[in-house]
Antibody, heavy 121, light 109 residues
Framework: QVQLHESGPGVVKPSETLSLSCSVS?????????WGWIRQPPGKGLEWIGS???????YYNPSLKSRVTISADTFKNQLFLKLTSVTAADTAVYYC??????????????WGQGTLVSVSS | QSALTQPASVSGSPGQSITISCTGT?????????VSWYQQHPGKAPKLLIY???NRPSGVSDRFSGSKSGNTASLTISGLQTEDEADYFC?????????FGGGTKLTVL
């Protein structure tokens, strides 16, 4: 059973960098599939942030591309998200996800429980 | 950037069927791309219901079905149950980028 668990600070100051980690159990991220991050501002819809492929290639939402970095530590079986220069608009629940299909399909079958990050001074 | 449009809300009574639409603003966002549907209950992570327009992941009830016509994808829920009351999101996958619709709140009266 694949399980994902996000962790990170609940509050980040404006203009600083948001850093989250996602611990994966039940599957080795080095074995394949696309892994990624999706966020949801309180009371609003979902926004895809980006994905990391099995070949270590990253794909980002064009609207966030200049501020986002997604990476992984295959030894620790963790996925990471960094978002720089945050503003209040980055306040959201951040989800770690895994794609259903090995080569990527945009269908996310595994989700973490989500972690709320608030941007506030 | 292309967008996906969903109705803000739909409602139905237990036992009835409802359909939620998802329309692409550009000509090919639905027609040629991979559409998925998700269900989200309050305070919970979304759950994948449909992928590839019509396919259900293992464990998803067959009361949920997906279809496509032109530039519109649809999710139909038959035999409505009170536990179906939730938010529903469609998504389109094109050139590795995933776009979500704004979401539809389903109320079971």
């Amino acid at each position: 059973q694949v399980q994902l668990h996000e962790s990170g600070p609940g509050v980040v100051k404006p203009s600083e960098t948001l850093s989250l980690s996602c611990s994966v159990s039940g599957y080795s991220i080095s074995s394949g599939y696309y892994w990624g991050w999706i966020r949801q501002p309180p009371g609003k819809g979902l926004e895809w942030i980006g994905s990391l492929s099995d070949s270590d290639t990253t794909y980002y939402n064009p609207s966030l591309k200049s501020r986002v970095t997604i990476s992984a530590d295959t030894f620790k079986n963790q996925l990471f998200l960094k978002l720089t220069s945050v503003t209040a608009a980055d306040t959201a629940v951040y989800y770690c996800v895994r794609d259903l299909q090995f080569y990527g399909s945009g269908s996310y079958v595994y989700w973490g429980q989500g972690t709320l990050v608030s941007v506030s001074s | 950037q292309s967008a996906l449009t969903q109705p803000a809300s739909v409602s139905g009574s237990p036992g009835q069927s409802i359909t939620i639409s998802c329309t692409g603003t550009s000509s090919d966002i639905i027609a040629y791309n991979y559409v998925s549907w998700y269900q989200q209950h309050p305070g919970k992570a979304p759950k994948l219901l449909i992928y590839g327009f019509t396919n259900r992941p293992s464990g998803v009830s067959d009361r949920f079905s997906g279809s496509k016509s032109g530039n519109t994808a649809s999710l139909t829920i038959s035999g409505l149950q009170t536990e179906d009351e939730a938010d529903y999101f469609c998504s389109s996958y094109t050139n590795i980028i995933t776009i979500f619709g704004g979401g539809t709140k389903l109320t079971v009266l």
